[in-house]
């Protein structure tokens, strides 16, 4: 069974820096990667990785962003810089599995940017 467990979520302010972490278990992971949705809006793409470290970023993160895995411990991270608050959104880790092909999205996690 696929468990995805979601770290590194808070309050910062605009300018600021947060490292969410993403522990998966269950499956090997072909891409990992992470999305978010903002209060009244669908969710979206933030960042993907696959396993040969391809990554693949939204047009808004611009630089700022930066998404990186351990394959040998499975786990995801996105270190986002110079946030700002349309930034802010709940924040779900996303892992497709090599084994099945299904995908899988963690709980999510609150990023709140704001002064």
């Known amino acids: 069974q696929v468990q995805l467990v979601e770290s590194g979520g808070g309050l910062v302010q605009p300018g600021g820096s947060l490292r969410l972490s993403c522990a998966a278990s269950?499956?090997?992971?072909?891409?990992m990667g992470w999305y978010r949705q903002a209060p009244g809006k669908q969710s979206e793409l933030v960042a993907t990785i696959t396993r040969i470290g391809s990554t693949n970023y939204a047009d808004f993160v611009n630089g700022r962003f930066t998404i990186s895995r351990d394959n040998a411990k499975n786990t995801v991270s996105l270190q986002m810089n110079s946030l700002k608050p349309d930034d802010t959104a709940v924040y779900y880790c996303y892992v497709q599995s090599g084994v099945s092909s299904r995908e899988y999205w963690g709980q999510g996690t609150q990023v709140t940017v704001s002064s």
């Open positions: 269950g499956s090997i992971f072909t891409t």
